[in-house]
């Protein structure tokens, strides 16, 4: 048995047992790749974790850059309460119609709100807004701009809250500071960030499975 097969039967059983996805959230996964939508969406196993995390922060409002099809956008918002509200960003049109039936056929709808356009745009009208602050933010889009999104979350947060940053590892490129990816050199440079800021305190961790070598940040906002 591969390495990678290993991988894979660990996650499936994982998942079998502690995160076992039903009709919506499949459904979710189906129409996105029938809508010709990358097939980036998180894993089952992530999703629990964030719905977890979220349920730990006792979040009633989550912040979400970078919907796809709204997979871990629903993962998310099952875990707020029935006032609660999940903001999610997502830059494609056609990305954010296929989310915004998955989370509608998912009851959410109500409580979730689709904005469509570029999140680096997004971002400075949620902050015109006076919004209430956010206790969580999800960063899952272009990598190379997660740098300016960890910046953002910290103007949209507050003490106490978690920003979670997605795909961090880069197959273990995130490593080498002589490559010159975009994504890669945005990964690093929010990893640095997140390790020098003095309101941040963050780990990361790496991560095999369904979804390959990768991982996530993780950081709490401090007073």
Not at 105 to 129: C, M
Not at 141 to 170: F, Q
Not at 190 to 202: D, F, K, P, Q, V
């Amino acid at each position: 048995m591969s390495e990678t097969q290993l991988w894979d039967d660990v996650d499936d059983y994982f998942i079998g047992q502690l995160a076992p996805e039903d009709e919506v959230l499949t459904a979710a996964l189906r129409d996105s790749e029938a809508a010709g939508l990358p097939e980036i969406a998180v894993s089952a196993a992530e999703g629990k974790l964030l719905h977890l995390l979220a349920q730990i922060q006792g979040a009633t409002r989550v912040l979400e850059i970078g919907t796809l099809g709204g997979y871990s956008t629903i993962w998310l918002a099952r875990a707020l309460p029935a006032d609660g509200r999940v903001v999610t960003l997502e830059y494609s049109a056609r990305h954010a119609e296929v989310a915004t039936r998955n989370i509608a056929r998912a009851g959410l709808d109500k409580i979730v709100e689709v904005r469509v356009g570029p999140a680096l745009e997004s971002l400075p009208v949620l902050v015109d807004e006076h919004q209430d602050p956010f206790d969580l933010v999800f960063i899952d889009a272009d990598k190379s701009n997660n740098p300016h999104y960890v910046e953002w979350a910290l103007k949209l947060t507050r003490p106490g809250s978690l920003i979670i940053v997605d795909n961090v590892v880069r197959g273990g490129r995130v490593a080498d500071p002589d490559n010159a990816s975009p994504d890669v050199q945005g990964t690093r440079t929010a990893i640095e960030l997140i390790g020098s800021h003095a309101r941040l305190s963050g780990t990361a961790i790496q991560t095999v499975g369904r979804k390959g070598y990768d991982g996530f940040a993780l950081a709490r906002v401090l007073p």
